[in-house]
C-alpha cells in the first residue's frame, strides 16, 4: 500500500496569523495527496522556537518532513510540491528588503566566504545554493537526526552577531553532506510594507523587457537600420512635444 508522506507543519507567530496566510493554509490541509498535522508554535526567541519545533519533530517517529512558516511570508498553494522534491533542504524563492534593495534569498558563497545573490534573473527552477532564509522551509528528517542544536546564531567575541541562525543552518547541514536547494518557480510573498513579491515581479518583468529591447536592437543595428529608426523615433518625439 501506499505510504502518504508525513508532513508536520508549523506556522511560526506571534499570537495572530494573516488572512491571506490563513486562506493558503486551507487550502494546503485539504492536500489529501498527504498526511499533514499542523501547529502553531509562537515561543520566543525565534532560535528557541525552531529547536523546539525540531525537537517536537523528531519525537513524532514516523515524521518525514518538517515545514516551517513564517507568521510574514505567503508561500503559493502548492507549496506542499517541495516535498515531492525529496531534498534534503528546500525552500521557494523568499525575498528580503534592505534599504529600498530588494535581495532574494537564493545565495551562494564565494571564494571570500561572502554569501552574493544568485543569478536569479537568468535562471528558473530547481537550483542548487549555498544559503537560502527559514521563513518558508522544508527539511527532511534526516537532516535534523543529524545536525546538532540546528538553529543559533553565530556571535563574535564582543556578542556582535556575525551570521544568523537560518545561515548557520545551511552552513551546518552543508558540513555534513546535505544539500540546500531553493525552487525559483515558487515564489514566497514577504509581507512588510508591501508585497516583496509583487516588486520582485515587476522586476522580472522589466529586466525580460529591457533584456528584448536590447536583442532588438542589436539585430536593427546590425543590419544598419537601428539609426534610422531611433532618427524617426526622435523626429516624433520633438513633433509631439512642439504640438
Known amino acids: 500500500m501506499f505510504k502518504k508522506k508525513k508532513i508536520y507543519l508549523c506556522l511560526l507567530n506571534q499570537g495572530e496569523i494573516r488572512t491571506d496566510l490563513a486562506k493558503v493554509l486551507n487550502y494546503i490541509q ?20 525552531r ?30 510540491n517541495l516535498v515531492d522534491f525529496n531534498k534534503d533542504i528546500i525552500t521557494p524563492l523568499m525575498l528580503v528588503q534592505q534599504k529600498g ?6 545565495l551562494r558563497r564565494n571564494a571570500d566566504g561572502i554569501y552574493d545573490a544568485g543569478n536569479y534573473l537568468e535562471e528558473t527552477g530547481l537550483q542548487e545554493v549555498d544559503a537560502t532564509g527559514t521563513g518558508c522551509i522544508v527539511i527532511k528528517r534526516e537532516v535534523l537526526e543529524k ?7 553565530v556571535y563574535d567575541r564582543d556578542g556582535i552577531k556575525k551570521l544568523g541562525n537560518d545561515f548557520n543552518f545551511c552552513q551546518k547541514a552543508k558540513k555534513l553532506g546535505f544539500k540546500v536547494w531553493v525552487h525559483l518557480d515558487y515564489v514566497a510573498d514577504h509581507i512588510s510594507d508591501c508585497s516583496l513579491r509583487e516588486m520582485f515581479l515587476d522586476k522580472i518583468k522589466q529586466y525580460h523587457n529591457d533584456k528584448e529591447l536590447h536583442q532588438i536592437k542589436q539585430v536593427l543595428k546590425e543590419k544598419g537600420q537601428l539609426d534610422t529608426i531611433l532618427e524617426e523615433v526622435n523626429k516624433l518625439k520633438n513633433k509631439d512635444a512642439n504640438k
Not at 485539504?30 to 522556537?49: C, G, H, L, R
Not at 534593495?101 to 537564493?106: K, R, S
Not at 545536525?147 to 546564531?153: C, G, L, M, Q, S
Request: net charge negative; aromatic share 10%.
Open 51 to 80: 529547536n523546539m519545533i525540531v525537537q517536537k519533530f523528531l519525537a513524532i517517529k514516523d515524521a518525514d518532513y518538517l515545514m516551517m512558516i513564517d507568521s510574514d511570508i505567503i508561500p503559493t498553494p502548492n507549496i506542499l
Open 101 to 106: 534593495t530588494l535581495i532574494p534569498l537564493y
Open 147 to 153: 545536525v546538532e542544536h540546528p538553529f543559533e546564531n
Open 30 to 49: 485539504q492536500n489529501d495527496s498527504y498526511e499533514i498535522m499542523v501547529s502553531y508554535p509562537a515561543s520566543k526567541p525565534i532560535t528557541n522556537n
